[in-house]
């Protein structure tokens, strides 16, 4: 077989460069290549420092956990770091020389190649200073779910002990093995032969390697179905597609990936209505668009077609869904170690490919988003760094002009712009699908992973294109497990405390699994409802808390850019707890005739606090993020402890200018139901909620 196979073949390249320079195409490409030429002084980061495993680094320190390890915190992201680049790089300019020719662009490919043949150890972990029996099974997870496993033990007769020895098996090589497998297929007729071999050498020698221990259970988190699962699954096979006319045993290589994808992870990860379950975004796209990767270059060598399993067929559908006015993604657009921003734009390659595919118009207009910079734009999601490193984008554009099908015309989604995502429990109440329009988010489902927030019945609000209530961020890595908490999400704490961490003694992992499509879930949604003037939703989380009884929220939208939310929270056995009811936002606070405001350059939040009748409010502070920034959040509590509590929040966006009189009222409450009044213009909202039968009522009159 003749190389290149993986994506397009030698008689394609014509139409590649004919592309290139005509229509949207050829818009896109001019900024295609003029990215890379600005890269092409972009220096090759020398063979990183080693990982020093490292156990027990969190500490408590100011009413949070804190990660005082800062030598492993950077070694791991100067890993995590270089591995990325090595792999977008040498993709880059390798395809910028098969569509230009430019032999610049070939020297650049080559170097970028050549530099982690020659590097001594991928498996990127040191020596512990630890031994086997210091490690707890906990301990070993943690480090496991990022590539770090214990491949071997080796006696230390001084102290009468076996030292483990980590090997990275995911993502650091993986990262890498794409790079290579790409670039190796790409300008496989270009290279010279010594550089050639060099590349094949080190793909036989890694695949090799994942092979083995895969075979043991050590190696791609092969045991699980989690973002870095799809990720090493998807870059391995890749890999072993790539060179299977050269090196047949990568044969078996591809056979491992192509049933894991088809038989556990696309059966058993994806959602019915198309989710990926892990937050944040990041992670869908590592998952998602690494797994098109694959399952594209599969049905072009073997002829076998993964795109047509229901699972994929549901993508589109779940990503059109969560997609914002904001030119975001409903929930937790960010990374752990860098800014939120250019999440979105990870996955419009994916959406524009899946578009081509199914011949599916909302996807395509996913992928031309008008609230998104043109394709091919260097707007992605940073490289991590944190503190250390500086902020650099990654850059995935050449896909974006590889997959762009001009002749497949676009469409807004059709029908109700809200969407319940059932099986991992969110609901979108959103007004339309343009920047002026509102949105809110309310998450009650299953603890969804590693990566998950214990943010249970959390919501976050958006309108006139501007995030008002949103989530604490957390590009913060040595403060991640505040981040992380429920004091950092818009839900509720109970006497101080949030949602539990971990349920029966079970790892993220495990939890996971017990949660997801399983029904014993942390969370619940128990109504959705959305027609053309109102909608609302309701979540109970009473299962993720300790000591209580009852936390259910209700959420009414009363469109355009109305809000209520109302809990009703009760103590088990008639305990005596103090509640908080907490909202974050990036947003300056303020007051308003009415209670707090919230302002945004182009909208603004009015608050009004209808319950408990008495309260306290308050602003308390996040830790500091890598940059020393301090957020400040509202905390909303009744006085004294207390059985049972409602809170009652009724919301409005408006243009920042507006004057508005408040418009809410509580008109009556029994120990059954609520009734509340919203004025909006001449005509009154009436919404009564129904606390015995967990129902919501709307009337407009």
């Given at each position: 077989m003749e190389h290149p196979f993986l994506f397009f073949t030698v008689a394609d390249i014509p139409s590649l460069r004919k592309r290139s320079g005509c229509g949207l195409s050829g818009q896109t490409w001019k900024r295609v290549e003029g990215i890379a030429e600005e890269r092409m002084r972009w220096p090759i980061p020398p063979e990183p420092p080693l990982v020093p495993p490292r156990l027990k680094a969190w500490r408590y320190e100011k009413g949070s956990f804190r990660n005082v390890d800062e030598a492993y915190a950077r070694a791991y992201q100067h890993q995590y770091r270089v591995a990325t680049m090595i792999r977008n790089m040498i993709e880059l300019f390798s395809f910028c020389y098969v569509v230009t020719q430019r032999d610049e662009f070939l020297q650049r490919a080559a170097e970028w190649l050549a530099a982690p043949c020659g590097w001594v150890d991928w498996g990127a972990y040191a020596s512990p200073d630890f031994t086997l029996g210091d490690c707890t099974s906990a301990d070993l997870e943690t480090l496991a779910r990022s590539g770090g496993e214990v491949t071997s033990e080796v006696w230390d007769d001084s102290r009468k002990a076996y030292i483990p020895q980590f090997e990275d098996t995911g993502i650091f090589t993986t990262f890498k093995l794409r790079g290579l497998a790409i670039g190796y297929d790409w300008l496989h007729s270009h290279l010279p032969d010594e550089l050639r071999q060099r590349v094949l050498a080190t793909l036989i020698r890694e695949g090799e390697r994942l092979f083995?221990?895969?075979?043991?259970?050590?190696?791609?988190?092969?045991?699980?179905?989690?973002?870095?699962?799809?990720?090493d699954i998807s870059a391995f096979g890749l890999a072993g597609l790539s060179i299977m006319p050269d090196y047949p045993p990568a044969g078996d290589w591809v056979m491992l990936a192509r049933d894991k994808m088809r038989n556990c992870l696309l059966e058993e990860t994806i959602g019915q209505d198309g989710e990926f379950p892990e937050q944040p975004p990041l992670l869908w796209d590592y998952a998602l668009t690494n797994a098109c990767l694959f399952t594209e270059a599969l049905r072009r060598v073997a002829g076998e077609d993964l795109?047509?399993?229901?699972?994929f067929r549901r993508v589109p559908h779940f990503l059109v869904s969560v997609l914002?006015?904001?030119?975001?993604?409903a929930f937790d657009d960010e990374a752990t170690f860098d800014d939120a921003d250019g999440v979105a734009y990870g996955l419009r390659p994916l959406m524009l490919r899946l578009a081509g595919h199914y011949r599916d118009e909302e996807a395509q207009w996913f992928g031309l988003h008008e609230e998104l910079d043109p394709l091919g734009s260097n707007v992605a999601r940073y490289y991590p760094g944190g503190k250390w490193f500086p902020k650099d984008r990654e850059y995935g554009g050449y896909w974006e002009f590889l997959w762009l099908d001009e002749t497949l015309r676009q469409r807004r989604p059709r029908g109700s712009a809200s969407r319940h995502l059932r099986d991992v429990g969110w609901v979108?109440?959103?007004?339309?699908?343009?920047?002026?329009?509102?949105?809110?988010?309310?998450?009650?489902?299953?603890?969804?992973?590693?990566?998950?927030?214990l943010d249970q019945n959390k919501f976050v609000l958006c309108s006139r294109g501007e995030r008002l209530v949103e989530k604490a961020h957390m590009n913060c890595y040595d403060r991640a497990?505040?981040?992380?908490?429920?004091?950092?999400?818009s839900t509720i704490l109970v006497d101080g405390k949030g949602q539990e961490p971990l349920r029966d003694g079970l790892g993220a992992h495990d939890r996971f699994a017990l949660e997801y499509k399983r029904g014993r879930s942390s969370g619940k949604i128990l109504a959705f409802h959305d027609e053309g003037q109102y909608g609302y939703a309701i979540g109970d989380a009473t299962r993720a808390y300790s000591g209580l009884e009852r936390f259910v929220r209700y959420v009414v939208f009363l469109k355009p850019d109305r809000f209520l939310v109302l809990d009703d929270v009760i103590a088990e056995n008639d305990g005596r707890v103090a509640y908080e009811w907490l909202l974050h936002t990036k947003g300056e606070i303020g007051a308003w005739p009415g209670g707090p405001r919230i302002l945004k350059e182009r909208a603004q939040l009015l608050i009004q606090i209808l319950l408990p009748e008495v309260h306290q409010l308050a602003t308390r502070l996040t830790p500091p993020d890598f940059c020393g920034v301090e957020r400040p959040y509202l905390v909303v509590s009744p006085e004294g402890k207390r059985d049972r509590t409602r809170f009652l929040v009724a919301l409005q966006a408006a243009d920042p200018s507006d004057a508005i009189a408040p418009g809410a009222r509580l008109v009556k409450q029994?120990?059954?139901?609520?009734?509340?009044?919203?004025?909006?213009?001449?005509t009154v909202w009436e919404v009564q909620f129904d606390f015995e039968t967990t129902g919501i009522r709307v009337r407009r009159r």
């Open positions: 083995y221990n895969a075979a043991r259970g050590k190696a791609l988190l092969i045991n699980r179905k989690l973002n870095h699962t799809w990720f795109f047509d399993h229901p699972g914002n006015p904001v030119r975001g993604l979108m109440l959103r007004s339309g699908w343009e920047r002026k329009d509102s949105f809110l988010a309310l998450r009650s489902g299953p603890y969804l992973g590693p990566h998950d927030r497990d505040f981040f992380r908490s429920t004091e950092a999400a029994t120990e059954s139901a609520a009734l509340v009044e919203v004025a909006d213009g001449g």
